[in-house]
């Protein structure tokens, strides 16, 4: 670390960085951050007789401890050096909004990895490297960790880093140092108003990634009526696309329940594009992807069998055809996000019956919830309410809040496993189940511990004992019949 006395540069070796002081050991530089229950500065004492070598504060000062303007930044800047700078020699790709972060982050990813680029990406799902899964804890890292993924993505050889960015990673600093080559914003809609309190503030945010430098390129989506406004507000030029309007667009779009087509319009040049992901949503996905490849000088054929040859991503309108109904699996979990996956199920499903079971997760925005339980009713037929992940609320309690905004006779489960089986043995007549909130996690949050679970465990829970059952009635009906031909014989 090199501090500054006197006018005078001093260096002084350091071993690691910590922020929490019961882990910092002997050579360690102790950061003390605060959080809303918390105040690191509180532990400074702790730190030191732990072993740190010196404290970074913007509260205090002392003998050992360095003042500085914003802890958390000085947590990012700290990190970037520790690692090396390895985000200085990668290509970085940022992705914000309310919804479509992982989906579109994930399509540049694979359109890179086509074209024969070595790529990293990280997000909701956990950290890839060239394939290779590390699991986070947050949508955006920590600073340490996350500048700790850069240093493996340099060292495996990577050129591009594709990175979701959560408005709490912009407003707690996390970002800080980096270099955004693109940075994407997909759309902005109601969520974090727990931590962020007003839409103008959440809204802010979202804008500081392109206003404050971030990003040295911004694409943003023209369809939706806030990111407009960044158009206004952002003083750098802003690349824009959308079904209409902008640099890109996708037009002739066509829907199906097995996957989507579009024209990819740019610079009045023309191509079909094929994906397998379904909704108009997730067309605006493929478009943002694509035109982010664009950008970054990928070849429009590689682009095009690049999208023809997506993968589905987890928990990201995942379709699962059991018998005669099928079950869409979606992380759907803000007003916005149900709205578009149960309008889109009902304009790809013709006339099939739509039901949707989902919940809210607890210590989060309350004031989507009523708005969630109007959502449901007013764009499915049948709606089924039960828990997501309740953390330390009365998942009654979140119930109740929901139910707010029911205006029609639902079914209340709380128990999710028991929800979704009760709507699996009651809906096998063509419906169509979706179940949303909380995607390909495999976990539930019940009073700050996570106990393992999965809505697609809880599929397959049913395909084995419906299985077994099937088994049960077929040995049953053997037994009959050899029992009336042994009848026929002693006849």
Do not use: W
């Amino acid at each position: 670390i090199r501090l500054r006395e006197n006018n005078e540069n001093i260096y002084m070796p350091i071993h690691d960085i910590k922020i929490n002081s019961k882990d910092v050991g002997y050579g360690d530089v102790f950061i003390a951050l605060k959080g809303e229950n918390y105040n690191g500065n509180d532990y400074i004492g702790e730190a030191f007789a732990n072993g740190a070598k010196v404290v970074l504060s913007d509260e205090k000062s002392g003998k050992g401890i360095i003042r500085v303007s914003d802890a958390r930044q000085a947590y990012a800047l700290a990190s970037r050096n520790y690692f090396g700078k390895s985000c200085d020699r990668l290509k970085i790709i940022g992705v914000t909004g309310t919804n479509g972060k992982t989906t579109t982050a994930s399509i540049i990813s694979q359109i890179l990895q086509y074209s024969g680029k070595k790529v990293g990406l990280i997000g909701t799902l956990g950290a890839f490297i060239n394939g290779k899964k590390i699991d986070t804890p947050l949508t955006t890292p920590d600073p340490y960790l996350l500048h700790s993924i850069f240093r493996q993505m340099e060292n495996e050889g990577c050129e591009y880093a594709v990175m979701e960015v959560s408005a709490h990673a912009i407003a707690l600093k996390k970002i800080d140092g980096i270099d955004f080559d693109l940075g994407i914003l997909t759309n902005i809609t109601e969520d974090h108003l727990d931590f962020f309190k007003t839409m103008e503030k959440y809204r802010d945010i979202k804008f500081a990634f392109f206003k404050e430098n971030h990003a040295k390129r911004g694409l943003i989506c023209i369809d939706d009526p806030l990111c407009k406004r960044l158009i206004v507000e952002c003083k750098k030029p802003l690349i824009c696309y959308g079904t209409d309007k902008g640099t890109f667009k996708a037009e002739d779009i066509d829907l199906t329940f097995n996957g989507s087509q579009f024209t990819f319009d740019f610079n009045d040049r023309k191509e079909r594009f094929t994906i397998s992901l379904v909704g108009k949503y997730n067309v605006l996905n493929a478009l943002a992807g694509a035109s982010a490849c664009r950008l970054m000088g990928v070849p429009m054929q590689d682009i095009k069998e690049g999208l023809a040859s997506l993968n589905t991503v987890a928990g990201r309108y995942n379709i699962i055809n059991l018998d005669s109904r099928s079950i869409v699996i979606d992380y759907a979990h803000t007003p916005d996000g149900l709205e578009n996956v149960l309008k889109n199920t009902k304009e790809v499903g013709g006339k099939r019956k739509v039901v949707v079971i989902f919940g809210c997760g607890g210590n989060r925005d309350k004031l989507k919830r009523p708005i969630m339980g109007k959502v449901a009713c007013d764009n499915a037929d049948e709606v089924i309410l039960t828990s997501d992940n309740p953390r330390y609320e009365d998942p009654y309690d979140i119930l109740l809040d929901i139910e707010k905004g029911i205006t029609r006779k639902c079914v209340v489960i709380e128990n999710r496993e028991k929800a979704i089986l009760h709507a699996l043995r009651k809906y096998k007549k063509d419906e169509i189940i979706v179940i949303a909130g909380k995607g390909a996690e495999e976990y539930q949050d019940i009073k700050g511990k996570k106990y393992p679970y999965s809505d697609y465990a809880v599929i397959e829970k049913y395909i084995k004992m419906a299985s077994e059952k099937r088994a049960k009635e077929y040995q049953s009906f053997k037994a009959d019949k050899t029992s009336k031909e042994e009848i026929n014989k002693n006849k």
